[in-house]
Antibody, heavy 117, light 106 residues
Framework: QVQLKESGPGLVQPSRTLSLTCTVS????????VSWVRQPPGKGLEWIAA???????DYNSALKSRLSISRDTSKSQVLLKMNSLQTEDTAMYFC???????????WGQGVMVTVSS | DIQMTQSPPSLSASLGDKVTITCQAS??????IAWYQQKPGKAPRQLIR???TLVSGTPSRFSGSGSGRDYSFSISNVESEDIASYYC????????FGAGTKLELK
């Protein structure tokens, strides 16, 4: 069955770089896109970045300068890097699947990231 | 970038009520809107895609409509399991979520 699972450090110091991994199963990254979506505590959802089935990428324009999304198809993993972290980057980070430029049909359980010294 | 204005931010309803949430896009999104339900501590769950198509497993008391820039999402006969937050998502041009609506019991 389709599964996505996020992993990451949990706690990151301000100004450092965050690295998150989304490990997928039950589908191929060369057939589906994967996005990252985040949600600060008690707030709404924000789309961050996507990597499409062909390997091209798109980013939220407000965060673009700080982001990098990539994938390792041999490991079925999507990687997100965000630099210059600030406290306002504290959030639950989800990865989600889409078929083409379509809505998100499967989500991971999320990984909580806290930015604090 | 497309902006999505969702209202109201919160709703209070009694069991059996009908409630409606609206989303207005900053430009025509060609009916490419989906609606999600999220319960505390959980990932969002898709309910509706392409304005009005119920995703498999979505109860028929949920519905969606709209076109152009203006869209709505309704729950008829609210049940206790519907108490959650709801979000619209435009996917016509990349992705933008609405700010969310928290549905509470009156």
């Amino acid at each position: 069955q389709v599964q996505l699972k996020e992993s990451g450090p949990g706690l990151v110091q301000p100004s450092r770089t965050l690295s998150l991994t989304c490990t997928v199963s039950g589908f191929s990254l060369t057939s589906y896109g994967v996005s990252w979506v985040r949600q600060p505590p008690g707030k709404g959802l924000e789309w961050i970045a996507a990597i499409w089935s062909g390997g091209s990428t798109d980013y939220n324009s407000a965060l673009k300068s700080r982001l990098s999304i990539s994938r390792d198809t041999s490991k079925s993993q999507v990687l997100l890097k965000m630099n210059s972290l600030q406290t306002e980057d504290t959030a639950m980070y989800f990865c989600a699947r889409s078929y083409g430029y379509n809505f998100f049909d499967y989500w991971g359980q999320g990984v909580m990231v806290t930015v604090s010294s | 970038d497309i902006q999505m204005t969702q209202s109201p931010p919160s709703l209070s309803a009694s069991l059996g009520d009908k409630v409606t949430i609206t989303c207005q896009a900053s430009q025509n999104i060609n009916k490419y809107i989906a609606w999600y339900q999220q319960k505390p501590g959980k990932a969002p769950r898709q309910l509706i895609r392409y304005t009005s198509t119920l995703v498999s497993g979505t109860p028929s008391r949920f519905s969606g409509s709209g076109s152009g820039r203006d869209y709505s999402f309704s729950i008829s006969n609210v049940e206790s399991e519907d108490i959650a937050s709801y979000y619209c998502l435009q996917y016509d041009n990349l992705y933008t979520f609405g700010a969310g609506t928290k549905l509470e019991l009156k």
